[in-house]
């Protein structure tokens, strides 16, 4: 993406013709989103809360304050009641400067990044079975793969750059699958929709690739098969997974047969299954499917989660994940720790970190201060007051924004951070593309790069790190990132940057093949799942479902300061089933208060049969009252994920 | 010398005098970005000119409707409000422009000087000379012999330029463009017949390579009848990813908002944007009724804009010059930029 800057203001963005991912294209965000850069709220001062109210202070006294802070903190209640999260929009380069805080200066194990909230489970389960905690297929693989499969994702809402080569996929007539309750604006052109009920997603699964293993459907050469029934799939006939899923055996023989007869199955997969119950169990039960049809690895075939932020992926590689350090290194392995360790001079934090939601849960108890870089909490974490609660229970609470987001309002210490336009660095993509971002113009009067911020507050806890450039910190993080390694600056600054992992500049970069090569083959548990949370009863009678719309993006802090973005989303809805409207005699329009067991909220109703019967659907991060405050909290038992895509709710009027 | 003059000057001797004029005027010229991507800036020098581009993906209507620009600031804290409007631009030469684009322009100025007479756009017009450079080479999306949007015109331009290998064959198209002529002793002398029919046989191969992928006429008869099936605008409603790249790089589009951007409680900017009518928030009003809420409203009502009669009539020609730009940047590739639209129509309609 390009920005047409004039005497220091960026009056645009515009697209760039030899990009190989957006090919001259840009989503309605990509157009907009560059209104938040000079909108007339962002933050040019650091913020200290006095006598109860935030006041401007420069930035040698909001340093100096927040170094006392932090050490008090620490003293009093030792080094791990500091806990860190990270952003999924920093770049790599921030990312990897954070962890090296927390793990080397401020010694705690308490680190970790907003994936946690969204793809957790995927990457533990791709890190597990590949080895590499990433998409095993690329954006590219969606024009070559002979099916695919969608699952939990709204591919054109969540990444239009996905969405417009799964459309022409299907367009061309390649067999589309797409596994949700809802029905979405492209479906009417995929080949095959399976409406299942709200969380049965494992059952569905687990029933096709039981289906493709009775017909012999399986990819030739698959071994482990015996195995593979011995451990429980033998149980998901089509006849349970209709009982459970509500969807016809006919239907799933037809998606198991479109499947098995393929060249390769390419699976794109959302939120819609992770934050669940069984959130890590579907991961796996895809990767099973995958293996199955003998897509891993090939061109066209494997799984590409569709991760929510532009650095996701770089925040996975550059160790803000509570489990991994940098390069994705398992800290619970004495090598890998030792390594980093030798590198940073230091010992690393050696018990277990807290995860995102286990922070916030434990905050006043175990967690007495919080670093919250670039994350609107109060917004994207579930059960909303629970967390605005968490932070008043905190003695510290330092935020790194660009606005006065509701998590930075209730800050001890707010440090206005740049914007990516302010910023040099590096974001890796989705599909593992590392690129550069260069600085378009200068920081805002007052505001630093989070690289700066980061470098200066480990100076003032007395880190003595020298100021380092980006580039140079790029360096540095290579020498734990084998997969980053051989790839120069230069390399990352072309158009498109470079696909990791990419051993000299000019190696051809579809190279998952050799990644995983002759691991293809071991097959995952088979768990018969867990129920999720709350099941539908006679107070609470629908299941409740949430999902993002095309304006939005993480915790709105961004999309609702682009004054286009905003008023193209200016009413805060749910849909509800044509026929569970006559019932309760509701007209599109009408105003009601969606509850559930955590609080309330009110919206304007839309009638359609988008919505299967029994089931409400919510978009998330409304400002006119929060979706994730409505969601529970509780944690997906494997990867700690909140289990915060669908709950028990019922309608009231207004 | 008159409008409509052609006359013939070298290539460098024109340059030079470019070069010059940079003493007085802001020029603004095709240069090579980093990336290697071609775009349209001021020039501090010859040095970062380039010939090598077919066309700026974004739209030079970005120099006359600017995609934000400020329109006053206020300023409430003393004893009477202030009102400041930004200073005037020096005078601008934009050099090297295409066909398309000033068709483009063309198209602008009947709405900003129609109902309604836009005082910033139209100074900037007026302040802005024109030396537009006919196309040799189409795009593999151009289209505009479909649209009588180029490669070359007859008028729209203050100069215009064909590059005949050492030579630059000049028309006059303005006395602003003869003034200039005049001002910078371009040593320009009348073209001969060899000159003109070199400038014929290159357009004509121009013509001939571009593929005449858009027959308007049709799709404006079924749309200006109504014959568009509902089924279909349904069908490309639900394609559309209403991101509004169409829009925004489109040279005839001139849809904007204007919003206040506070400061303080005291003073602020009121300032103008790029808009899209494919945006819902487009056409929303404060009752919160949307005459064009769904995609397909929005799509139908662009082609509407672009290419049915009563517009034609009032506009006298097709909302449309055919540089190609939307084919490249609709985020539903293939499927709904207008040369898409109009094949699609047409197939209906057989």
């Not at chain 1, 805060?572 to 569970?580: C, F, L, R």
Request: aromatic share 6%; proline share 5%; with cysteine.
């Amino acid at each position: 993406m390009l920005l047409e800057v004039e005497q220091g203001v960026v009056l645009a963005a515009a697209p760039q013709r030899d990009h190989p991912v957006s090919r001259g294209t840009l989503c309605i965000k990509g157009w907009n989103g560059h209104q938040i850069i000079h909108h007339p709220d962002r933050l040019t001062q650091p913020l200290l809360r006095i006598n109860n109210r935030l006041k401007p202070v420069s930035w040698n006294k909001a340093l100096s304050y927040a170094a006392e802070r932090i050490a008090g903190v620490q003293k009093a209640h030792g080094r791990d009641a500091l806990g860190v999260i990270g952003s999924l929009k920093t770049t790599n380069e921030a990312s990897y400067l954070l962890g090296k805080l927390a793990r080397s200066v401020l010694q705690t194990p308490h680190l970790d990044a907003p994936l946690r909230f969204d793809h957790a489970p995927s990457l533990r389960v791709l890190r597990e079975q590949s080895g590499f905690a990433n998409a095993t297929a690329a954006l590219a693989d969606i024009e070559k793969a002979g099916v695919i499969l969608v699952i939990g994702a709204d591919a054109k809402a969540q990444n239009a750059r996905a969405g417009s080569l799964l459309l022409q996929a299907a367009k061309r007539g390649v067999p589309v699958i797409q596994i949700d309750p809802r029905q979405q604006e492209h479906s009417r052109f995929f080949r095959l929709h399976l409406r299942l009920r709200p969380g049965t997603d494992l059952a569905l699964i687990n029933a096709l690739s039981h289906i493709l293993l009775a017909e012999g459907w399986q990819a030739p050469g698959v071994t482990g098969l015996a195995k593979l029934r011995d451990d429980g799939l033998d149980r998901f006939t089509p006849g349970y997974a209709e009982s459970v899923c509500g969807v016809g055996q006919d239907e799933l023989r037809t998606a198991a047969e479109l499947i098995g007869k393929a060249s390769s199955l390419l699976i794109l997969f959302g939120t819609g299954i992770t934050q669940q119950a069984n959130g890590t169990a579907n991961v796996r039960a895809l990767w099973n499917l995958a293996l199955l049809t003998g897509s891993i690895g090939r061109e066209g075939g494997g799984l590409l989660p569709l991760l929510t932020s532009n650095n996701s992926q770089g925040a996975a590689d550059s160790g803000l994940m509570s489990e991994w350090g940098p390069g994705q290194r398992d800290l619970r392995e004495a090598e890998a720790r030792r390594a980093i360790e030798s590198a940073w001079g230091c010992s690393l934090p050696s018990q277990k970190g807290l995860t995102l939601q286990e922070m916030l849960d434990q905050a006043g108890g175990r967690i007495r201060g919080l670093y919250v870089v670039g994350e609107n909490l109060a917004w994207s974490a579930p059960e909303s007051a629970k967390t605005l609660a968490a932070f008043d229970k905190l003695d510290f609470l330092l935020v790194q924004e660009l606005f006065l987001t509701e998590t930075a309002a209730r800050a001890d210490l707010v440090l206005p951070a740049a914007s990516f336009a302010e910023q040099e660095g590096s974001y890796t993509s989705l599909e593992r593309r590392i690129q550069r971002v260069r600085r378009a113009i200068a920081p805002l009067k007052g505001c630093k790069p989070d690289l700066e911020i980061i470098q200066l507050l480990a100076n003032a806890l007395g880190a003595g790190w020298p100021v380092r450039k980006a580039e140079e910190l790029f360096s540095e993080m290579q020498q734990f990132m084998p997969c980053y390694s051989g790839i120069s600056w230069k390399s990352i600054g072309r158009p498109g940057g470079v696909l990791w992992p990419a051993h000299t500049d000019d190696e051809e970069c579809i190279l998952y093949r050799k990644l995983i090569g002759d691991r293809q083959g071991a097959f995952t548990e088979v768990t018969a799942g867990l129920p999720f949370g709350e099941e539908p009863d006679e107070e609470y009678p629908f299941s409740l479902i949430t999902g993002r719309p095309l304006f939005h993006r993480r915790s709105g802090t961004l999309v609702t300061r682009s004054f286009t973005l905003d008023k193209e989303d200016p009413v805060a809805t749910v849909e509800i089933n044509t026929d569970d409207a006559k019932t309760l005699k509701l007209r599109s329009g009408w105003q009601v208060l969606v509850k559930t067991r955590r609080g309330e909220v009110r919206r304007t109703v839309i009638v359609t049969r988008a919505v299967p019967p029994g089931t409400l659907f919510l978009p998330i991060h409304h400002k006119d009252g929060l979706t994730q405050s409505l969601m529970p909290s509780m944690l997906e038992p494997e990867s700690a994920i909140p289990q915060m895509k669908l709950c028990a709710a019922k309608l009231e009027m207004v | 010398m008159q409008a409509g003059t052609r006359l013939v000057v070298s290539k460098q001797a024109f340059l030079e005098n470019l070069s010059l004029c940079m003493q007085k005027m802001t020029v603004i010229g095709p240069q090579k970005l980093a990336g290697g991507e071609v775009t349209f800036g001021p020039l501090r020098s010859l040095r970062r000119l380039t010939f090598d581009y077919v066309n700026d993906l974004d739209p030079l209507k970005r120099f006359f409707l600017p995609p934000r620009e400020v329109l006053f600031a206020y300023d409430t804290s003393g004893s009477k409000p202030r009102l400041s409007q930004p200073p005037p631009e020096k005078p601008r030469v934009l050099f090297g422009i295409r066909s398309c684009d000033v068709q483009g322009l063309v198209h602008m100025d009947g709405f900003f000087q129609g109902a309604y007479y836009d005082e910033l756009y139209l100074a900037r017009r007026k302040n802005t000379l024109i030396i537009s450079l006919a196309c040799n080479t189409p795009n593999e999306s151009c289209f505009c012999i479909c649209c009588n949007g180029g490669p070359w015109l007859e008028s729209g331009f203050d100069l215009q330029l064909t590059d005949l290998g050492e030579e630059f064959l000049i028309d006059v198209g303005s006395g602003a463009g003869r003034r200039f002529l005049e001002e910078w002793k371009v040593p320009a002398v009348k073209a001969g017949r060899r000159d003109e029919s070199r400038r014929r046989e290159l357009m004509e191969a121009c013509d001939a390579r571009m593929l005449p992928t858009a027959y308007l006429a049709k799709a404006c008869i079924q749309i200006t009848n109504n014959r568009v099936r509902e089924e279909l605008w349904e069908e490309m409603g639900s394609e559309c990813f209403s991101c509004g790249g169409c829009t925004h790089v489109c040279p005839c589009c001139t849809c904007f908002d204007v919003v206040d951007c506070p400061e303080g409680a005291k003073s602020g900017t009121r300032v103008r944007c790029w808009d899209s009518c494919q945006y819902s928030g487009f056409t929303r009003e404060a009752s919160g009724h949307n005459p064009r809420a769904r995609a397909k409203e929005r799509v139908k009502r662009r082609f509407y804009h672009k290419l049915s009669y009563a517009y034609i009539q009032q506009d006298g020609h097709p909302g449309c010059v055919g540089c190609g730009r939307c084919i490249t940047v609709c985020e539903a590739f293939g499927l709904l930029d207008i040369s898409a639209v109009v094949k699609r129509l047409r197939r209906d309609g057989q």
